[in-house]
């Protein structure tokens, strides 16, 4: 790209009809002139070569990505971790802002994706680290999405559960128990006072537990809980699959009495959440294995509040997500960004619920709400209920007994002494 037209590739924000365009931050490291890397990290991820050889013409003020902002710091150092091939030149590390037009791929979430997250951006010349930190999306855009079938409100009206946290329990051994022992641990959690006794992420549709055998098991069990209970039980049944085969899969456990169904939303693919919003009878839990192959290191990749918007964009009534604590290795800052992106408005969507998790347990259940400073968030234990000592039935009991010393503003410790199970 010549000198001369790095300064097409820059606009600010009065210049620019904001309900035409995206509005993506990034963070990079750049070799050279940052104001000619960022100019080549908008024409890359938009029109590159932006007019025919010989022909008057000029794609970028239609087509063409813009910078709105750049900041720019030296590193003397050079670049913060080492970069096979890194271009040469004085290193900076850059944070800019570029308005992406949406009308280049419209509301096609594959389309949208190649664009801000594809070659574009992470080839661009000059820049070999890059972390796309957030993307924001006009409400012209967001009006061509459905977003959560049920929300927040939705999924608290069916299990009827208004002014606390809602627990989920993962039903362990996750791995290798046939359907029939499966069931009557769920059954022992919902006794207990799990709210929704679920799959794990690891199985679904599996030979050893086909859900044809599980679903009608978990079914029975869980309205045989709400009768012995009376109160309303779900069963979060995980389809994750081939996305051609999605639709059966609901079919299959809805049918048979699962009230949630579940979808790794990354290996599955956004836009198959998208499809299976519009087939779904019952609310969306999307869960985040290969999220940290994105967003682990700081200096590259893409941020996981990103997924946490697009998953939300695609339908999710609930997006279970990294949360906190050593074994998840996230920053509390970017837990934290996860939760808000799941609630704040965004267009005309429902809010999504939060389910921040990961090696959770009675004993975490009062820091994570005071880190999130809201009931509406879910809370999702597995070995803490179903590895219990006493069994899944005082492992679920344990977490009620917590809520109610929170909420009392009792110390849990305390109330621990004269409750056994917590």
Same mark, same amino acid.
Not at 47 to 60: I, K, L, M, S
Not at 168 to 189: H, Q
Not at 249 to 278: E, K
């Given at each position: ?14 210049? #620019? ?16 002139? +940052? ?113 959560? /079938? ?7 009206? /069916?299990?009827?559960?208004?002014? $606390? ?50 679903? +009608?098991?978990?079914?029975?069990? *869980? ?8 109160? +309303? ?61 994105? =967003? ?14 697009? /998953?939300? #964009? ?33 267009? =005309?969507?429902?809010? =999504? ?29 597995? *070995? ?13 009991? =344990?977490?009620? /007994? ?10 849990? *410790?305390?109330?621990? $002494? ?5």
């Amino acid at each position: 790209m010549h000198q001369s037209d790095v300064d097409g590739f820059f606009a600010t924000r009065a210049m #620019l009809d904001a309900d035409a365009y995206l509005e993506l931050e990034f963070t990079f490291e750049c070799a050279g002139d +940052p104001r000619m890397a960022a100019a080549h990290l908008a024409s890359e991820q938009s029109t590159a070569q932006w007019h025919r050889v010989g022909v008057e013409e000029d794609f970028r003020g239609q087509f063409g990505a813009k910078v709105l902002e750049l900041e720019a710091v030296p590193r003397p150092t050079g670049f913060s971790v080492p970069v096979p091939a890194a271009p040469p030149g004085p290193v900076h590390a850059c944070r800019a802002v570029i308005a992406h037009p949406h009308g280049n791929f419209g509301p096609r979430l594959p389309n949208l994706i190649s664009a801000v997250m594809g070659e574009g951006v992470y080839f661009a010349p000059g820049i070999p680290l890059i972390r796309l930190e957030d993307i924001r999306f006009p409400a012209s855009y967001l009006a061509a999405f459905e977003g959560p /079938q049920f929300g927040v409100a939705g999924v608290r009206a /069916q299990l009827a559960v208004y002014d $606390r946290p809602i627990f989920f329990g993962v039903i362990k051994p996750n791995i290798g128990l046939p359907p029939e022992p499966f069931a009557a641990l769920g059954y022992e959690g919902w006794l207990g006072g799990l709210d929704v006794a679920k799959d794990d992420e690891m199985l679904a549709d599996a030979p050893y537990s086909p859900m044809a055998v599980r679903a +009608p098991l978990l079914g029975d069990a *869980r309205r045989r809980a709400e009768l012995a209970t009376g109160v +309303p039980k779900g069963y979060l049944a995980n389809i994750t699959d081939e996305v051609t085969a999605l639709h059966a899969l609901h079919d299959t456990a809805v049918n048979a009495g699962a009230t949630l169904v579940m979808v790794n939303a990354m290996p599955t693919g956004v836009s198959g959440v998208r499809a299976l919003r519009q087939h779904a009878r019952v609310p969306i839990v999307t869960h985040f294995p290969f999220i940290a192959a994105f =967003s682990r290191i700081p200096a590259h990749g893409v941020h996981s509040r990103v997924f946490t918007r697009l /998953q939300r #964009l695609a339908g999710a009534d609930v997006i279970i997500m990294p949360g906190f604590g050593d074994r998840m290795m996230t920053p509390e800052h970017e837990v934290l960004d996860n939760v808000r992106a799941c609630l704040e408005p965004m267009g =005309s969507l429902k809010p =999504s619920l939060p389910v921040p998790g990961g090696s959770d347990s009675a004993a975490t259940l009062e820091g994570v709400y005071r880190r999130v400073n809201t009931v509406d968030f879910g809370f999702v234990p597995g *070995r803490a209920v179903f590895g219990h000592p006493m069994g899944p039935r005082a492992g679920a009991a =344990s977490l009620r /007994q917590a809520w109610d010393a929170i909420a009392a503003g009792v110390p849990v *410790r305390e109330h621990a $002494r004269h409750h056994p199970e917590l």
